[in-house]
């Protein structure tokens, strides 16, 4: 156990017995320094170190970061702290003895960590930053939902079309049934988040507006 006390006076205790360093001008105790030693996706891949992009596949498992502070006085008394900005809801956390930083979950952006240790003897290192980017997944580039977009009008213009050159035709029934389908999922899709804040989540909510689209199907495949 150490103890550094108001008069700098460093206290040492151990099965031998208990020591005194009485305080030197010329001899100062120094902040650790302080680094990230190695960054860790969720699959166990390590990242480069330089302002790291992370692939995301929609939520990011266990991203870890891992902090070294070298300091070799009761180093197991080290203690680390840090905050991320770039969350809203971000503040310094509490200080731990983890040098590990884990984020069990981060939406796609791009993230700034900033973090600093405390040594056995109270002192509190500079603030260190370390940048990161979460890329979001292929599905919610801008380049995907064009898209979706283009197949959406591709099947409505193509059931239009088809439907026009002979109504009896198998394929103009094949494209027509799949362009509805199409619309009534991407209506059920964009209107679920209003049913839930409605509702509360109350499952035959969900059940009538089904019920209620999918009656709406039959006007719209006559039209």
């Not at 020591?19 to 969720?42: A, C, H, M, T």
């Not at 940048?131 to 409505?156: A, C, D, H, N, R």
């Amino acid at each position: 156990d150490i103890y550094y006390d108001t008069q700098k006076n460093l206290w040492v205790a151990n099965p031998s017995g208990i020591y005194r360093i009485y305080p030197q001008e010329n001899n100062k105790i120094n902040v650790p320094d302080l680094f990230v030693k190695q960054v860790q996706s969720g699959d166990g891949t390590l990242l480069h170190l330089e302002k790291t992009a992370i692939e995301s596949n929609g939520s990011i498992q266990n991203f870890q970061v891992q902090i070294a502070s070298p300091f070799f006085i009761a180093e197991e008394n080290t203690q680390f702290q840090y905050y991320l900005k770039g969350l809203d809801d971000s503040d310094w956390s509490s200080w731990k003895n983890q040098a590990w930083i884990e984020f069990p979950y981060l939406p796609s952006g791009e993230y700034v960590l900033k973090y600093r240790s405390r040594n056995a003897l109270g002192q509190i290192s500079p603030t260190q930053t370390f940048i990161f980017e979460i890329k979001s997944p292929f599905w919610q580039k801008w380049w995907f939902y064009l898209i979706q977009i283009g197949v959406l009008f591709g099947l409505l213009l193509a059931a239009v079309i088809y439907n026009r050159k002979g109504a009896e035709s198998r394929v103009a029934s094949v494209i027509t049934l799949v362009a509805i389908i199409t619309v009534f999922e991407l209506l059920f899709l964009l209107i679920e988040p209003l049913i839930d804040d409605f509702s509360g989540g109350v499952f035959i909510f969900k059940l009538l507006v089904n019920i209620l689209l999918a009656v709406s199907l039959i006007p719209m495949e006559k039209k």
